[in-house]
């Protein structure tokens, strides 16, 4: 059994700035992509940032130059560096890993439960 558990979302003023935790446990054998995605109620889950087991980075426009995902493989950790928040980055945040749990065995998607982001003006 694998979780993903996020933490560090909370309320923050326009230009402040948050650092997004999540730790992955369970039977894990080696985890590849990891990333976060958002979700406003009512709207589509959308990418945010994306890291690979190489430390190559993808990022959503919306946050480019604001944002920064890293990863600790040690820990088995992602971590998401928001800076510059604005109102619109107000949603849940949820963590994202793509894990295979045994060797030579298949990959699987994991998310996390989410975790509130918001952004006042």
């Known amino acids: 059994q694998v979780q993903l558990v996020e933490s560090g979302g909370g309320l923050v003023q326009t230009g402040g700035s948050l650092r997004l935790s999540c730790a992955a446990s369970g039977s894990i054998s080696t985890i590849y992509l990891m990333g976060w995605y958002r979700q406003v109620p009512g709207k589509q889950r959308e990418l945010v940032a994306t890291?690979?087991?190489?430390?190559?980075?993808n990022y959503a426009d919306s946050v480019k130059g604001r944002f920064t995902i890293s990863r600790d493989d040690a820990k088995n950790m992602v971590y998401l560096q928001m800076n510059s928040l604005k109102p619109e980055d107000t949603a849940i945040y949820y963590c994202?890993?793509?894990?295979?749990?045994?060797?030579?065995?298949?990959?699987?998607?994991?998310w996390g439960q989410g975790t509130q982001v918001t952004v006042s003006s």
């Open positions: 994202y890993a793509n894990i295979r749990v045994r060797i030579g065995g298949p990959t699987f998607n994991y």
């Open positions: 890291i690979s087991s190489a430390d190559t980075t």
